[in-house]
């Protein structure tokens, strides 16, 4: 493994912790601070679409990034997470182009479905026993890949199925914070 990679993992590791830290501010000031004076959650439903798709963004390319340059093949978990995830980048970007609105619970029902999968994902990855074969025929390895391979493991505990649960508790919570927030009058 090149070099380079130790590095990208650190970063995406910490940039994952960040993320976490995020989505419990956001928790806080919906749970606690709700108001329509609170500037932080003003400033997240300001952006939120912006957020959301700079997120998917990032989590698009990394995916393919590990998969394609750095060679490490996706497992099944790791594509339907992916079908959950990919849509997003478009739904947001239309919502960019657009300004309709209307993708919040569309997105919304992507996040939990790519979350509840991703939870199912470490659970496995943590010793947990699978239902599924787990098992994913790669084309250009035709290895079969175990979901309870980790290929980063940073800091004792952030994994790509976390980095995957992270980034759809942050476009959840981002949304609720959207729809909570142009309710408030």
Same mark, same amino acid.
């Given at each position: 493994?090149?070099?380079?990679?130790?590095?990208?993992?650190?970063?995406? +590791?910490?940039?994952?912790?960040?993320?976490?830290?995020?989505?419990?501010?956001?928790? @806080?000031?919906?749970?606690?601070? $709700?108001?329509?004076?609170?500037?932080?959650? %003003?400033?997240?439903?300001?952006? &939120?679409?912006?957020?959301?798709?700079? +997120?998917?963004?990032?989590?698009?390319?990394?995916?393919?990034?590990?998969?394609? @340059?750095?060679?490490?093949?996706?497992?099944? #978990?790791?594509?339907?997470? $992916?079908?959950?995830?990919?849509?997003?980048?478009?739904?947001?970007? %239309?919502?960019?182009?657009?300004?309709?609105?209307?993708?919040?619970?569309?997105?919304?029902?992507?996040? &939990?479905?790519?979350?509840?999968?991703?939870?199912?994902?470490?659970?496995?990855?943590?010793?947990?026993?699978?239902?599924?074969?787990?098992?994913?025929?790669?084309?250009?390895?035709?290895?079969?890949?175990?979901?309870?391979? $980790?290929? @980063?493991?940073?800091?004792?505990?952030?994994?790509?199925? #976390? %980095?995957?649960?992270?980034?759809?508790?942050?476009?959840?919570?981002? #949304?609720?914070?959207?729809?909570?927030?142009? $309710?408030?009058?």
């Amino acid at each position: 493994m090149p070099a380079y990679v130790e590095i990208v993992n650190k970063i995406l +590791a910490i940039g994952t912790i960040g993320l976490q830290v995020v989505v419990v501010a956001i928790l @806080i000031g919906l749970i606690f601070f $709700r108001n329509r004076e609170n500037p932080f959650l %003003m400033l997240v439903k300001e952006y &939120t679409f912006i957020l959301g798709f700079l +997120a998917a963004l990032g989590a698009f390319l990394l995916s393919l990034f590990y998969s394609n @340059i750095v060679g490490f093949p996706p497992c099944e #978990l790791c594509w339907i997470q $992916r079908i959950f995830l990919y849509p997003q980048l478009i739904l947001f970007g %239309m919502e960019l182009y657009k300004r309709d609105r209307s993708i919040v619970d569309f997105s919304i029902v992507f996040a &939990t479905i790519g979350s509840i999968v991703s939870v199912y994902h470490l659970y496995i990855e943590n010793g947990g026993a699978s239902n599924l074969g787990c098992a994913a025929l790669t084309p250009a390895s035709a290895t079969q890949v175990s979901c309870a391979t $980790r290929y @980063i493991y940073e800091f004792g505990y952030v994994t790509m199925p #976390l %980095m995957a649960l992270t980034l759809s508790l942050f476009i959840i919570t981002i #949304l609720v914070n959207y729809k909570y927030m142009a $309710r408030v009058k």
